[in-house]
């Protein structure tokens, strides 16, 4: 079984928390969900929905088709009830947001108590509980989602995966300047900082952010930056002295679709070039770029670890997809441990031949620049004792699906029952040469990205002279959905 | 004096007043422990280069927020930026009204010599107005200059002087801000012997000091402040404009004050 969900309203009526609410009460339950947001840039008013997927198997995307919608206005029913099954359940009327949690709860059959209890940590008590009850009663029951017996499952998203790598890698310091979807980081990592006693700072702008960044991690500590597209820009020259002087920082890069200001609370892969090129000169660097939650936390962890080990910038890179939906696993991430290694010593911007002592004359900027050569060497014969990809479905398969980020839940979902390999690329920095045997191996290869030029052939075609024909792109803003893209994908295999 | 030195042949013109600020930095700095020095880009930040201290050299107009980090990492640390006028008052000027609002306990020297001197004396926001270059102002410069101890006084900072470029002088106004508990601004002026040399600024400077200057009064230091509008050259007061006691950023954050107690940085956290 697989039941979609859509709650929609204006900003400031709150569907978020009810798909939240309903979200964990079903992981509790056992059930799989996979849960995902679409809000316009405006704080009230508008139309924001939230779409919730959940089924007794594994589920990474949403369905284009929803079997429930819960309209907290009238708008929302308008809007989509093209979307809307042939049989779906259309929860409306003018109520308070509670109304609909308790209407819900009946309709899927769920335990009341289960609501109530996580009532509880709300405001309000009393008040949503009255709400929550009239909605409960006055709904009938449709469905009946039982209690399955598994092991405990996680839920949360990719802000919180990158908040939990972070502060179990040891996190020091974290800057960041609000830009969305970088922003709920700095929400997340702001509240526990008492709690893991690390410290959380807005200065003023993207450029001071990255330069006291830089000013703590030459203390040795471990520090951490959050930013998007835009303050990522404004951050590049700083980016290219910790290439020149070798300062450890992780920076994480949310990407939504630009250029310009473009549409910020959407979503897009389209800054993985930008990752891998920004800042003048030449420099080692390393992009890692998670697939989930998991990934994010472990990803987050091993680029604590490289920044460390080899003083570097280390950029993980995800997206407003991977951002803000919610994801259902079996396992907790695996987190790798990270020494710090900088010592308070003289640091220059300028080329330089022993630490700190700025340099022109040839011989010595030579040497300086096959330091850093050696370093990416390095750097790429280490990497290759990671996962710097993965590999799903049939492993024997001729027909190789590439991708890499957030498009990876869309993909599993879509090649079920489809005869396909799928390589999920984690290190686009350095990349692993390993990718050229599957590359060769395979008869039909199909990129699939989120980005209208397809910056991941770009990257395959440089490391491995293998250039890619067959790309399913995706660029409205939106993420793919698994049976969308499963169509897509068997009419390149046809 | 011996130990902050690096042994590096100065790269300054000869007879440059960078040297007598050096100089007087090396006499401040002698006998204080945990010294982290940060520079930006420009004539000012060679000065990195000659004091074994450790710190960045950093790129151009990023010194604020690097010291800001610096303490952050380490409130321990005596924290000193240098910038020229390039840095602190146009490629940074944003980071300059923060600094003030936050009030970390750091020291900032700007060597303010009013002229791009590295990239061959270019006007700056503090060059006078009728200054003539050859790559930028063939005709003379049109603009008129900031105030940057006004800019400083209205935003707030907590600790605003103005020195000559002169051993002496820099050596006790470096005391006096690390007797300050806080953001300290201090303008050092610095004739470029090159491409802005002094016409007739020394006679005209003269002690706020010696002069009965209450500096816990704003509204005097604005009056002092406006003395020099750095356009034309009547009287230029020295010494501190204003100085007032107020809580420290290192002071706002829990994290920080339990670094400071222990004396530790977050380096030595284990986790």
Same mark, same amino acid.
């Given at each position: 079984?697989?039941?979609?969900?859509?709650?929609?309203?204006?900003?400031?009526?709150?569907?978020?928390?009810?798909?939240?609410?309903?979200?964990?009460?079903?992981?509790?339950?056992?059930?799989? %969900?996979?849960?995902?947001?679409?809000?316009?840039?405006?704080?009230?008013?508008?139309?924001?929905?939230?779409?919730?997927?959940?089924?007794?198997?594994?589920?990474?995307?949403?369905?284009?088709?929803?079997?429930?919608?819960?309209?907290?206005?009238?708008?929302?029913?308008?809007?989509?009830?093209?979307?809307?099954?042939?049989?779906?359940?259309?929860?409306?009327?003018?109520?308070?947001?509670?109304?609909?949690?308790?209407?819900?709860?009946?309709?899927?059959?769920?335990?009341? /108590?289960?609501?109530?209890?996580?009532?509880?940590?709300?405001?309000?008590?009393?008040?949503?509980?009255?709400?929550?009850?009239?909605?409960?009663?006055?709904?009938?029951?449709?469905?009946?989602?039982?209690?399955?017996?598994?092991?405990?499952?996680?839920?949360?998203?990719?802000?919180?995966?990158?908040?939990?790598?972070?502060?179990?890698?040891?996190?020091?310091?974290?800057?960041?300047?609000?830009?969305?979807?970088?922003?709920?980081?700095?929400?997340?990592?702001?509240?526990?900082?008492?709690?893991?006693?690390?410290?959380?700072?807005?200065?003023?702008?993207?450029?001071?952010?990255?330069?006291?960044?830089?000013?703590?991690?030459?203390?040795?500590?471990?520090?951490?930056?959050?930013?998007?597209?835009?303050?990522?820009?404004?951050?590049?020259?700083?980016?290219?002295?910790?290439?020149?002087?070798?300062?450890?920082?992780?920076?994480?890069?949310?990407?939504?679709?630009?250029?310009?200001?473009?549409?910020?609370?959407?979503?897009?892969?389209?800054?993985?070039?930008?990752?891998?090129?920004?800042?003048?000169?030449?420099?080692?660097?390393?992009?890692?770029?998670?697939?989930?939650?998991?990934?994010?936390?472990?990803?987050?962890?091993?680029?604590?670890?490289?920044?460390?080990?080899?003083?570097?910038?280390?950029?993980?890179?995800?997206?407003?997809?991977?951002?803000?939906?919610?994801?259902?696993?079996?396992?907790?991430?695996?987190?790798?441990?990270?020494?710090?290694?900088?010592?308070?010593?003289?640091?220059?911007?300028?080329?330089?031949?022993? /630490?700190?002592?700025?340099?022109?004359?040839?011989?010595?900027?030579?040497?300086?620049?096959?330091?850093?050569?050696?370093?990416?060497?390095?750097?790429?014969?280490?990497?290759?004792?990671?996962?710097?990809? /993965?590999?799903?479905?049939?492993?024997?398969?001729?027909?190789?699906?590439?991708?890499?980020?957030?498009?990876?839940?869309?993909?599993?979902?879509?090649?079920?029952?489809?005869?396909?390999?799928?390589?999920?690329?984690?290190?686009?920095?350095?990349?692993?040469?390993?990718?050229?045997?599957?590359?060769?191996?395979?008869?039909?290869?199909?990129? %699939?990205?989120?980005?209208?030029?397809?910056?991941?052939?770009?990257?395959?075609?440089?490391?491995?002279?293998?250039?890619?024909?067959?790309?399913?792109?995706?660029?409205?803003?939106?993420?793919?959905?698994?049976?969308?893209?499963?169509?897509?994908?068997?009419?390149?295999?046809? | 004096?011996?130990?902050?030195?690096?042994?590096?042949?100065?790269?300054?013109?000869?007879?440059?007043?960078?040297?007598?600020?050096?100089?007087?930095?090396?006499?401040?700095?002698?006998?204080?422990?945990?010294?982290?020095?940060?520079?930006?880009?420009?004539?000012?930040?060679?000065?990195?280069?000659?004091?074994?201290?450790?710190?960045?050299?950093?790129?151009?107009?990023?010194?604020?927020?690097?010291?800001?980090?610096?303490?952050?990492?380490?409130?321990?640390?005596?924290?000193?930026?240098?910038?020229?006028?390039?840095?602190? !008052?146009?490629?940074?000027?944003?980071?300059?009204?923060?600094?003030?609002? !936050?009030?970390?306990?750091?020291? !900032?020297?700007?060597?303010?010599?009013?002229?791009?001197?590295?990239?061959?004396?270019?006007?700056?926001?503090?060059?006078?107005?009728?200054?003539?270059?050859?790559?930028?102002?063939?005709?003379?410069?049109?603009?008129?200059?900031?105030?940057?101890?006004?800019?400083?006084?209205?935003?707030?900072?907590?600790?605003?002087?103005?020195?000559?470029?002169?051993?002496?002088?820099?050596?006790?106004?470096?005391?006096?801000?690390?007797?300050?508990?806080?953001?300290?601004?201090?303008?050092?002026?610095?004739?470029?012997?090159?491409?802005?040399?002094?016409?007739? !600024?020394?006679?005209?400077?003269?002690?706020?000091?010696?002069?009965?200057?209450?500096?816990?009064?704003?509204?005097?230091?604005?009056?002092?402040?406006?003395?020099?509008?750095?356009?034309?050259?009547?009287?230029?007061?020295?010494?501190?404009?204003?100085?007032?006691?107020?809580?420290?950023?290192?002071?706002?954050?829990?994290?920080?004050?339990?670094?400071?107690?222990?004396?530790?940085?977050?380096?030595?956290?284990?986790?």
């Amino acid at each position: 079984m697989k039941l979609s969900i859509l709650f929609g309203g204006k900003a400031g009526l709150g569907p978020n928390i009810l798909g939240s609410i309903l979200g964990e009460a079903l992981v509790k339950q056992g059930y799989y %969900v996979f849960y995902s947001r679409d809000y316009q840039s405006l704080i009230r008013g508008g139309h924001n929905f939230n779409v919730l997927t959940f089924s007794d198997k594994p589920v990474y995307s949403n369905e284009t088709k929803i079997d429930i919608l819960v309209a907290l206005d009238e708008n929302t029913v308008r809007i989509h009830k093209k979307d809307l099954k042939k049989r779906a359940e259309i929860i409306k009327g003018s109520h308070v947001n509670m109304y609909f949690a308790g209407a819900l709860f009946k309709v899927l059959g769920l335990d009341f /108590k289960i609501l109530k209890n996580r009532l509880k940590s709300l405001r309000n008590f009393e008040e949503n509980l009255k709400s929550a009850k009239k909605g409960y009663i006055e709904e009938k029951e449709r469905y009946e989602i039982k209690r399955l017996k598994r092991k405990k499952l996680t839920f949360m998203n990719g802000t919180q995966g990158i908040a939990h790598g972070a502060i179990r890698s040891g996190l020091d310091v974290y800057y960041a300047y609000p830009m969305t979807p970088a922003t709920p980081l700095l929400g997340i990592l702001a509240q526990k900082q008492i709690e893991h006693n690390y410290l959380v700072l807005e200065p003023e702008n993207e450029i001071a952010v990255i330069n006291a960044a830089v000013g703590s991690a030459i203390t040795g500590a471990k520090s951490m930056l959050g930013t998007s597209g835009g303050g990522f820009d404004l951050m590049t020259e700083t980016l290219s002295m910790c290439g020149m002087v070798g300062i450890p920082l992780v920076i994480y890069l949310a990407q939504r679709p630009g250029p310009g200001t473009g549409v910020p609370t959407y979503t897009r892969q389209g800054d993985l070039n930008d990752a891998r090129h920004a800042g003048h000169g030449e420099f080692p660097r390393i992009v890692l770029a998670p697939g989930n939650p998991i990934e994010a936390a472990e990803l987050t962890s091993e680029a604590f670890y490289f920044s460390q080990k080899y003083k570097i910038p280390c950029i993980v890179l995800s997206d407003k997809h991977l951002a803000e939906s919610f994801y259902t696993f079996t396992r907790k991430p695996r987190i790798k441990r990270s020494n710090k290694s900088t010592k308070l010593i003289k640091y220059t911007s300028y080329e330089h031949f022993k /630490k700190g002592v700025s340099t022109e004359d040839a011989k010595k900027v030579r040497k300086g620049v096959e330091e850093r050569l050696k370093k990416n060497k390095k750097i790429k014969k280490e990497a290759e004792k990671f996962r710097m990809f /993965k590999i799903y479905g049939n492993k024997k398969s001729k027909n190789l699906i590439i991708g890499w980020g957030s498009t990876k839940g869309a993909i599993l979902d879509a090649i079920k029952g489809l005869n396909c390999k799928f390589l999920q690329v984690l290190y686009i920095e350095p990349f692993s040469i390993k990718i050229k045997k599957h590359l060769k191996r395979a008869k039909n290869v199909v990129v %699939v990205e989120n980005n209208s030029t397809s910056q991941l052939s770009d990257v395959i075609a440089e490391k491995t002279g293998f250039l890619i024909k067959n790309k399913i792109l995706k660029y409205d803003a939106r993420p793919f959905f698994g049976e969308e893209l499963n169509k897509l994908i068997r009419k390149k295999l046809k | 004096m011996k130990k902050l030195d690096t042994g590096e042949k100065s790269t300054w013109c000869p007879g440059c007043p960078n040297s007598l600020i050096l100089e007087g930095v090396k006499q401040a700095l002698a006998k204080r422990t945990n010294v982290a020095i940060v520079s930006g880009i420009g004539c000012h930040a060679k000065i990195f280069d000659y004091l074994n201290l450790p710190g960045l050299n950093s790129i151009h107009g990023r010194v604020l927020p690097t010291c800001l980090g610096l303490k952050i990492g380490n409130p321990n640390l005596n924290v000193v930026g240098f910038s020229g006028d390039g840095d602190a !008052y146009q490629e940074g000027i944003s980071h300059l009204v923060h600094a003030a609002r !936050y009030n970390s306990d750091f020291k !900032y020297l700007v060597h303010n010599n009013q002229v791009f001197a590295l990239t061959v004396g270019q006007p700056t926001a503090t060059t006078e107005i009728g200054f003539k270059d050859k790559t930028t102002m063939p005709f003379g410069s049109k603009i008129v200059p900031l105030n940057p101890i006004k800019l400083m006084l209205a935003c707030g900072a907590s600790f605003v002087a103005r020195v000559f470029a002169d051993i002496k002088q820099v050596r006790w106004i470096l005391n006096e801000a690390f007797k300050h508990k806080g953001f300290a601004f201090v303008e050092i002026i610095q004739p470029c012997i090159t491409f802005h040399p002094d016409t007739g !600024y020394k006679e005209k400077t003269y002690s706020l000091e010696k002069t009965g200057h209450n500096k816990r009064d704003l509204k005097a230091a604005f009056r002092k402040a406006d003395e020099f509008d750095y356009n034309t050259v009547k009287k230029i007061p020295l010494g501190i404009f204003y100085q007032e006691k107020r809580e420290t950023f290192e002071e706002k954050y829990p994290q920080l004050v339990k670094l400071k107690k222990k004396e530790i940085s977050w380096r030595n956290i284990k986790r």
